[in-house]
């Protein structure tokens, strides 16, 4: 509820460029700091490079080296979106050897973009030089709160996490650094380069496949498992803290749990690449594709998840081109396509001045249409959607990962020198109501999902991967 | 982002610090900021940490990881270290710029890309006021990634941006206060060792342990992109022996699935991707030329085989010579890039503007 007009006292406040975050983001609002109330917010991104535009009367067997400059972090996702969308352009489907590696690649590649955002980059707004000067109680409180887990990461209180978290300085951040590190080699390993692979292609991989190829991701695969068990239970020592000792943090940003799921990793004895049969090999993917809304899963249909989606021009600095013809009218199941829909999108820049009345950004505002209203979904940053859809769809079990309706069970070997080990990722809920909130979206970051990452300069965030395309 | 120790208690001491002051707000995908984060030598651990002998205390003002996050007006303001610098209050400062340099004077209002805001009109501030800004204070330039050095992806054909590298933007004889040329270290994204390397270099140049840094004619460091793929590629056995590969996954030749090796400049087959590990064709992807100037144009459809590679594919070995003096001539072309990057009010990329149709 917000307050009454009069009563208010609108403190204006700007942050941009933001950073610790990939693409140029600001955030202009307007805070009631009486009320305790952000009165207003408007996020710009202040950049337009113009994919779709540059790319027109391209070869598209080259597209998907393009792609992936769309994004210096995930650039991988848009190339692996790429290479997916040619194969059932050109009905190809690639050996299943091939399939693995693009998997693998993929795996490492969210392996790297978990851990440096979490510990580089989002760590360092929990880390202990920022909770000083922003929060001294609270980090009074920390050095005063032992931590529940310490036997199982070493760190004794909460201000010890805090402080291994400080750039540079902190031990831990180092070593997550180095880690990422790791986790990039292993990338390279099946892809060649970080971030924009060399070696991904329509229909296949060009990875010469040898034992010592698997090797050498195997054992730093394994490695980066220990590392984890460390991990998991130090971020939930962190956060938990944070419920604790700032009443009302839950509210930090909070959404309604509306999150859209477009699946991961492809299972090669399943996927072939066809439109008609995506229903059926979407469902075989081992992350599951889907739609949650206020936690409820309404779908894990790839066709119903990809007709639905639409792109509104909200307030970005482009014309709209619903008066022009439309690329397609009906899918290849004779579905109709709507002209909001990406596949009919052009892309019309209009240059014009930052004007927070009117239009203030560089990027269109993706939408989801359930048949009746156009929901902004969101995908939690990636992992929380993939894990809440995941876990609601009952779809995954492969022994090390297994979907229990309500959880996702995470089972980790032994390694050099931890025993086996658990995980299990639960519906995030507090005083009896469901979270998706920045905690929770860091949470879910830590055990094994995927984010897609850092995306706030892609301008069409939420496209599914059938779609995935630039802008 | 800096060493502990703070900025004020090393100037106490008279400890000179460099800045380093990085904007990646050309049109870019920030790779070469990620890129960094991926060097180990050194690692940009090692060089804020002053882990090196030699090194000048430095003081790194990057957004990728910066600790500042504070708003505007208010503390940890990271904006601020930039109007400094166009002030005059930082001093020395290197100044890095990623991605590339749209031309902002095609259009009637507006800007393609903008870092913070300009102070006396409350818009963004483009890249190019930045660069008109902070280019003539800075004591070096360095140009990360092959947008900022040649305009790259965003200034392929058809693009709607008129964008173009540093270079094509200051003036390929520009030169800093302290009499540096601009520094290119091409390559999409950079090799990260590549970038971390030349940086460390300079900084030894600026504290005046190192000599003027070698660059070739592209503003290049010489000795990372003196070679050719292809003469630090190991397939090349294959090639000399005639084993073509036409399909994936196997160890042969690339050329006739595309590589470009032969002609472009690139150390990545030779180093590896992050500590040895990964790179391009000798792992299996076709070299597509990303460090090259008349990249991603001159060399498109990246997946054909390129023109001429059979010719020289079938003579390679008996008539070397002659092979190596054709190359230097497609050499030449592709090592220059297409016409239309240029400082111009005109688009010539061959895209209608729909806003110059009012
Ligand atoms: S793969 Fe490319 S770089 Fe390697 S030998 Fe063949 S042509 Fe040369
Ligand atoms: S080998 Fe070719 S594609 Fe690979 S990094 Fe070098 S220039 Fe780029």
């Known amino acids: 509820m917000t307050a009454p007009q009069k009563d208010r006292e609108l403190v204006e406040m700007a942050w941009d460029p933001i950073t610790r975050i990939v693409g140029s983001l600001g955030i202009y609002a307007k ?5 305790r109330e952000v009165a207003e917010c408007y996020s710009t991104s202040s950049v337009f490079r113009g994919y779709s535009i540059f790319m027109k009367g391209k070869d598209p067997r080259d597209s998907h080296f393009i792609t992936s400059r769309i994004c210096g972090i995930c650039g991988d996702n848009h190339a692996t979106c790429s290479v997916y969308a040619q194969n059932m352009a050109y009905g190809i489907r690639p050996p299943a050897l091939g399939e ?10 969210f392996m790297f973009d978990h851990n440096i955002f979490q510990e580089n980059l989002v760590g360092v707004d929990y880390c202990e030089k920022m909770v000083r000067e922003t929060n001294p109680g609270v980090l009074a409180l920390a050095e005063r709160t032992e931590a529940p887990h310490a036997a199982e990461h070493g760190f004794r209180t909460i201000a010890d996490i805090m402080r291994s978290l400080n750039p540079l300085e902190g031990e831990f951040y180092r070593e997550a650094l180095a880690v990422s590190r790791t986790t990039r080699e292993m990338f390279c390993l099946m892809e060649g380069r970080h971030v924009h692979p060399s070696t991904l292609y329509p229909g296949g991989v060009g990875t010469v496949a040898t034992v010592q190829l698997f090797t050498d991701y195997l054992t730093r695969l394994v490695r980066y498992i220990e590392f984890m068990k460390r991990v998991v239970p130090m971020h939930d020592d962190l956060f938990d803290f944070f419920y604790e000792a700032l009443p009302g943090y839950e509210q930090v940003g909070r959404r309604r749990v509306m999150l ?18 995506m229903s059926a090999w979407g469902r075989k993917m081992f992350v599951s594709p889907g739609i949650v809304i206020d936690g409820k899963l309404i779908t894990t249909d790839l066709v119903d998840i990809n007709l639905g989606i639409r792109i509104l021009l909200g307030s970005s600095y482009y014309e709209d081109w619903a008066d022009q013809e439309p690329f397609v009218t009906h899918d290849p199941l004779g579905n109709p396509v709507d002209i909001r829909h990406p596949w009919n999108q052009h892309t019309i820049p209009k240059p014009q001045k930052r004007d927070f009345n009117d239009n203030y950004s560089w990027v269109m505002s993706p939408r989801w249409f359930d048949g009746e209203n156009l929901l902004a979904l969101d995908t939690g940053g990636g992992p929380l959607a993939r894990l809440w859809v995941t876990a609601l769809a009952r779809l995954v079990d492969v022994g ?11 089972n980790l070997p032994k390694t050099a020198t931890l025993p086996e080990k658990t995980f299990e990722w639960k519906i995030p809920v507090r005083n009896g109501e469901m979270l998706s909130n920045a905690l929770e979206r860091n949470r879910a970051r830590a055990p094994t999902s995927r984010r897609m990452p850092l995306r706030s300069r892609c301008t069409s965030p939420s496209r599914p991967w059938p779609t995935c395309g630039p802008a | 982002m800096q060493a502990p120790e703070s900025t004020a208690a090393a100037s106490e001491k008279d400890e000179p610090v460099v800045h380093i002051l990085w904007i990646n707000a050309g049109l870019s995908c920030d790779g070469d900021s990620v890129a960094l984060t991926a060097a180990t030598q050194p690692s940009i651990e090692e060089i804020v940490l002053g882990a090196l002998p030699g090194l000048p205390k430095i003081a790194v003002h990057w957004p990728l990881i910066d600790f500042e996050s504070g708003p505007y ?14 002030r005059g209050e930082l001093e020395p400062f290197v100044l890095v710029i990623e991605g590339s340099i749209p031309n902002e004077s095609i259009k009637q209002e507006g800007y393609w890309c903008g870092f913070g805001n300009n102070p006396e009109t409350g818009q963004p501030m483009t890249t190019s006021e930045w660069l008109d800004r902070l280019a003539p204070k800075a004591t070096a330039v360095l140009a990360a990634g092959t947008c900022a050095t040649y305009g790259g992806i965003h200034a392929m054909s058809g693009n709607p941006t008129g964008a173009m590298g540093v ?7 520009w030169t800093s206060k302290a009499g540096l040329p ?4 091409p390559g999409c994204p950079i090799q ?34 003196g070679k050719t793929v292809h003469e630090g590629c190991d397939r090349a056995g294959y090639y000399e022996q005639g084993q073509f590969t036409t399909e994936y996954g196997q160890p042969e030749c690339l050329v006739k699935i595309g590589c470009w090796g032969p002609v472009v400049k690139c150390n990545v087959p030779k180093r590896g991707w992050m500590n040895g590990i990964g790179g391009c064709p000798n792992v299996g992807g076709i070299c597509i030329a990303c460090t090259m100037p008349g990249f991603p144009d001159k060399f498109m459809p990246f997946m054909d085989e390129p023109p001429g590679a059979l010719v020289s594919s079938t003579v390679s070995g008996v008539y070397g010579s002659v092979v190596r003096g054709l190359r230097h001539i497609t050499q030449r072309t592709v090592d220059k890039e297409p016409k239309w990057r240029q400082k111009s009010h005109a688009l010539l990329t061959g895209y209608k503007a729909p806003w110059s149709e009012r």
Request: net charge negative; hydrophobic share 40%.
């Open chain 2, 73 to 86: 007006g208010g503390a940890d303001t990271f904006i601020e270290w930039f109007y400094k610098a166009d």
């Open chain 1, 260 to 277: 859209g799921c477009w699946g991961a990793f492809n299972d090669p004895n399943h996927c072939n690449y066809n439109y008609e049969q």
């Open chain 2, 167 to 173: 270079a094509d933007y200051l003036g390929w004889d």
């Open chain 1, 400 to 410: 090390y990962v297994k979907s229990t309706g309500h959880s996702v069970l995470i």
């Open chain 2, 192 to 225: 990260p060792d590549n970038l971390s390397e030349t940086i460390l270099y300079l900084l030894y140049q600026v504290a005046g342990q190192a000599p003027m840094i070698p660059l070739d004619e592209a503003l290049r460091p010489q000795w990372l992109f």
């Open chain 2, 182 to 185: 601009i520094v290119n270290v």
């Open chain 1, 100 to 109: 693995w590696i693009i998997n693998l690649g993929e795996a490492a590649e």
């Open chain 1, 31 to 35: 805070i009631d700091f009486r009320n």
